[in-house]
């Protein structure tokens, strides 16, 4: 039986892992804000923030570690403020800079007419919806009609999706409507395509003569004249 630990020893052991746990590391886990996509800043420094608390980062270890979280139009931005050299001031910059300008409805506008792309899985799509919903006050009842609503597909089809009442109950809604989609082959449309491309072709092969009406020859060579 080994030997038991002294509280030094633990607490040297604590350090260690501590140590060991780089940015570096944690980096490759974190989002990158760039300023030019969907993502917001304030669910960008909410994220930072949570995992700064976590690592008990100090305010410069947060100013030096945020920076290199930053591309495109935000690093732009990080140049153009010279040398920054408060955590605070960052945060306040960024947010006057990066933060919501658009008013609600146009939020509501761009989902409403927001559609399921043909190449996206559904939990893509709802992500999508989420990340957009994120720039306005969207309650979770409009989103998720706004979601149902881009849905491609019979309303019929559909029922198994309403009713959920928060975000998550609405995501397993959708799983289980992902599988039953899966599991169900679209046969009416594709007989419904085969059939209008056979009577394509039929109609393209008959001769009707526009005098007499019958259907073995042609106005110019027709034998009885005009019916």
Same mark, same amino acid.
């Given at each position: 039986?080994?030997?038991?630990?002294?509280?030094?020893?633990?607490? *040297?052991?604590?350090?260690?892992? !501590?140590?060991?746990?780089?940015?570096?590391?944690?980096?490759?886990?974190?989002?990158?804000? =760039?300023?030019?996509?969907?993502?917001?800043?304030?669910?960008?420094?909410?994220?930072?923030?949570? =995992?700064?608390? %976590?690592?008990?980062?100090?305010?410069?270890?947060?100013?030096?570690?945020?920076?290199?979280?930053?591309?495109?139009?935000?690093?732009?931005?990080?140049?153009?403020?010279?040398?920054?050299? !408060? +955590?605070?001031?960052?945060?306040?910059?960024?947010?006057?800079?990066?933060?919501?300008?658009?008013?609600?409805?146009?939020?509501?506008?761009?989902?409403?007419?927001? $559609?399921?792309? +043909?190449?996206?899985?559904?939990?893509? +799509?709802?992500?999508?919806?989420?990340?957009?919903?994120?720039?306005?006050?969207?309650?979770?009842?409009?989103?998720?009609?706004?979601?149902? *609503?881009? %849905?491609?597909?019979?309303?019929?089809? $559909?029922? %198994?999706?309403?009713?959920?009442?928060?975000?998550?109950?609405?995501?397993?809604?959708?799983? %289980? +409507?992902?599988?039953?989609?899966? $599991?169900?082959?679209?046969?009416?449309?594709?007989?419904?395509?085969?059939?209008?491309?056979?009577?394509?072709?039929?109609?393209?092969?008959?001769?009707?003569?526009?005098?007499?009406?019958?259907? *073995?020859?042609?106005?110019? =060579?027709?034998? $009885?004249?005009?019916?």
């Amino acid at each position: 039986m080994p030997p038991k630990k002294d509280v030094k020893e633990i607490e *040297d052991e604590e350090q260690e892992l !501590d140590i060991q746990i780089s940015f570096k590391d944690l980096e490759k886990s974190m989002n990158i804000f =760039t300023g030019d996509d969907t993502h917001p800043i304030e669910t960008f420094i909410d994220e930072f923030e949570d =995992t700064a608390k %976590i690592m008990k980062w100090t305010t410069v270890e947060k100013l030096v570690y945020v920076k290199r979280l930053l591309d495109g139009t935000a690093k732009l931005f990080l140049r153009s403020l010279g040398r920054l050299k !408060d +955590y605070a001031l960052f945060k306040k910059s960024f947010m006057e800079e990066f933060g919501p300008k658009i008013h609600s409805a146009i939020i509501h506008k761009k989902l409403a007419s927001r $559609k399921m792309k +043909y190449d996206e899985t559904y939990q893509q +799509y709802f992500l999508s919806m989420k990340e957009l919903a994120l720039h306005g006050k969207v309650e979770d009842a409009a989103l998720i009609a706004y979601v149902i *609503d881009g %849905i491609r597909g019979l309303d019929i089809n $559909k029922v %198994i999706l309403y009713g959920a009442t928060d975000k998550n109950n609405f995501r397993r809604k959708l799983e %289980i +409507y992902s599988a039953f989609k899966t $599991k169900m082959p679209n046969k009416s449309v594709q007989s419904g395509q085969s059939h209008g491309h056979n009577l394509t072709r039929k109609m393209v092969h008959v001769k009707r003569c526009y005098n007499c009406g019958e259907l *073995d020859h042609q106005s110019p =060579t027709c034998p $009885k004249g005009i019916k």
